[in-house]
């Protein structure tokens, strides 16, 4: 199972274990080091990861991918209430059930392609989301969202031991993973890696090559022989299933599920971090989720009076107008910044941060070494 | 007709669009081994006949039969699985991907077949399927080229990437829509010495061509079709001479 990688896709993938793992240490000076948002990293990244098997490698871009994401989510919940606190079990449930309705809804909206694929997804997600709110009230408990309670059966646990008082946290064989510690973070983080490991694998198999084709030129592939639409939906329920993976990991270390987790704006969120962080590139859409998650956590925090703090050198007047120009940007305005972040972007790199470092990368390694000391790749890398 | 083995008979397909006759009654069969050339006038309906050789149309009477079996409700891609491969009139390629990708992709739909879900063992692992991609290019002469971007390729040689993506196949019939399109004399002739050269191979090509030196240099058998009817069939002597051809086609190339 671990050959066939070439040593550069080790050193990567080796080089984000380190990254991911040691995040608690790393993101100490940016403030970023807490458990609560670093799992919220390893979700989003593994969210993201999964719609990008989809979108950057087949170019068909879904706008319900959330959908995957409640529905994850509530069977986690449903999991804990039923049967145990034990996250396995949870994510098994979650898993199987997002892929459900990843087969379900891939299979008919993969009939169409382009803009008509995009509204379909979009459409059924917000079907998914008006009968968790409505219809659905008995399995989802609607506005409110799906908690633990005290009458909650847990057979499973029940048979081992008598329920303490108030409720339980969600575990891995002893390990709580909700409640705020580390334990949580560190159960997204390797979940994170193996996710990452998982689409390396597949950014390099024949299939991820067949994909890359479909993308390039789906009539090209039929007359080679190809039936598409099996390779369309494989790739429609691996993400479903990273997107079920990131609810039940949510639930994991938060033990509620809501239906606004299945709105659209939640669908298009992950679209943004995909494409922030570079479409198609195996570790862009890791780094869009963070960066777009750290926004909205850490800049949002920012107010007048941080700005007055850096400015305080300038003099009052200057300090004063600056300061009321910059906080539209910051706090409350944290969304208009990453608007403007993003509009340059996709205007000027439309390949994403990624894009952007390997930009530096070049200009760098250029100054340093002089001529064409960008590394030849040994096979062709078109994705990475 | 002789004994030899009829690979690709299209029986009295007719198709129409609207008021337009695409194809009357065409009636053509392709011998085994042979290249068999399709000839006429700007919208004659050749273009139309391949496609519906290809499933792309249906034809509203008739059928094709290739090898002895019927294409009715066959899907483009399972004609392509049945042997029968094709370059388009403008090239078809993956535009993104190098040149190399470009043609390990019909290789892998030789040997793997319309799908097969293989995320586990590395591109990078199957040699088999290099080596094949690698000699295919190298039959084109492309082969220094191989980690090229295929987009960027010239139209003629994208013509050419496009023939290596099918002959990697080594399909039993090749169907070829005006493979020197937009090509200069040098590479028209570069790709009759590299239709010669496999035709040495056992491969049967139908080619559609307006440039008749093409067409004369590789053709055993031409039909000549005119407003969606074939009026002249046989070897390029008879065509040569057939007086109906020369009114109808021959006649005003020459001019």
Redesign the interface.
């Known amino acids: 199972?671990f050959k066939?990688?070439?040593r550069n896709d080790w050193i990567m993938l080796a080089g984000f274990t380190a990254f991911v793992l040691l995040m608690p240490i790393i993101l100490q000076p940016i403030g970023a080091a807490y458990p609560a948002l670093m799992q919220k990293f390893c979700i989003f990244g593994i969210f993201a990861i999964g719609f990008n098997i989809l979108f950057g490698l087949t170019g068909y871009l879904s706008f319900g991918h959330a959908a995957f994401l409640g529905v994850g989510s509530y069977a986690a919940v449903w999991s804990f209430k039923l049967f145990t606190m034990n996250i396995i079990p949870a994510i098994f449930m979650s898993v199987f059930f997002a892929a459900i309705f990843a087969v379900v809804i891939g299979y008919v909206s993969l009939r169409r392609s382009g803009i008509y694929f995009s509204i379909l997804t979009l459409a059924f997600a917000q079907m998914c989301y008006n009968l968790a709110y409505s219809v659905l009230t008995p399995l989802t408990n609607g506005e409110t969202g799906l908690q633990l309670t005290l009458r909650d059966p847990r057979w499973i646990d029940a048979m081992f031991h008598e329920p303490g008082a108030g409720l339980p946290r969600a575990t891995l064989f002893g390990l709580e993973t909700s409640g705020g510690g580390l334990g949580g973070f560190y159960l997204c983080a390797v979940a994170l890696i193996i996710c990452f490991y998982i689409s390396m694998?597949?950014f390099?198999?024949?299939?991820?090559?067949?994909l890359?084709?479909i993308?390039?030129?789906q009539?090209?592939?039929?007359?080679?022989?190809?039936?598409?639409r099996?390779?369309l939906l494989?790739a429609f329920v691996i993400s479903g299933v990273y997107a079920g993976l990131a609810g039940s990991l949510m639930v994991a270390t938060d033990p509620l599920a809501g239906a606004e987790r299945m709105q659209w704006t939640a669908s298009g969120e992950v679209v943004l971090m995909t494409i922030l962080g570079g479409v198609g590139t195996l570790i862009g859409p890791v780094v869009g989720a963070a960066v777009i998650k750290y926004f909205e956590n850490i800049f949002s925090s920012f107010g007048p009076d941080t700005l007055h703090g850096v400015f305080s050198f300038l003099p009052d007047t200057i300090e004063n107008a600056l300061v009321s120009f910059l906080s539209l940007f910051v706090g409350e305005g944290w969304n208009l910044t990453l608007g403007v972040i993003f509009v340059l972007l996709v205007v000027f790199m439309p390949g994403g941060i990624i894009e952007g470092l390997r930009r530096l990368w070049v200009i760098f390694t250029r100054r340093r070494g002089g001529g064409d000391a960008v590394p030849a790749?040994p096979?062709?890398q078109?994705a990475e | 007709m002789s004994d030899k083995n009829i690979v690709l008979h299209v029986a009295d397909v007719h198709k129409r669009f609207g008021g337009l006759h695409a194809l009357a009654d065409v009636d053509l069969q392709v011998e085994e081994g042979t290249v068999h050339a399709i000839i006429g006038p700007n919208g004659a309906g050749k273009s139309t006949l391949l496609n519906v050789c290809v499933g792309r149309i249906k034809p509203d009477r008739g059928q094709v039969v290739f090898d002895g079996q019927a294409l009715n409700n066959h899907q483009p891609h399972q004609i392509n699985q049945l042997g029968v491969s094709r370059v388009f009139q403008t090239p078809e390629i993956f535009a993104d991907l190098s040149l190399l990708e470009n043609v390990m992709i019909p290789a892998f739909a030789k040997r793997d077949g319309a799908f097969r879900f293989n995320a586990s063992s590395p591109v990078a692992k199957q040699k088999d399927i290099r080596e094949k991609a690698e000699a295919a290019l190298e039959d084109v002469g492309l082969q220094n080229r191989r980690n090229v971007e295929a987009g960027s390729l010239s139209r003629g040689d994208k013509r050419r990437l496009e023939l290596a993506m099918c002959l990697v196949q080594n399909p039993r019939l090749l169907l070829l829509d005006e493979p020197t399109a937009g090509m200069s004399r040098h590479d028209t002739n570069s790709t009759i010495d590299l239709l010669k050269r496999i035709k040495s191979r056992g491969m049967t090509k139908v080619i559609i061509e307006h440039d008749m030196h093409v067409v004369f240099s590789l053709a055993d058998k031409i039909s000549v079709l005119a407003q969606g009817r074939i009026i002249a069939d046989g070897t390029p002597e008879d065509v040569r001479a057939n007086p109906k051809v020369k009114e109808a086609y021959l006649g005003e190339a020459q001019t």
Do not use: E, Q, V
């Open positions: 199972m066939g990688l070439s694998r597949i390099r198999s024949p299939f991820g090559m067949m890359r084709a993308k390039s030129n009539n090209r592939m039929r007359y080679t022989g190809f039936d598409t099996p390779y494989a790749a096979h062709p078109p």
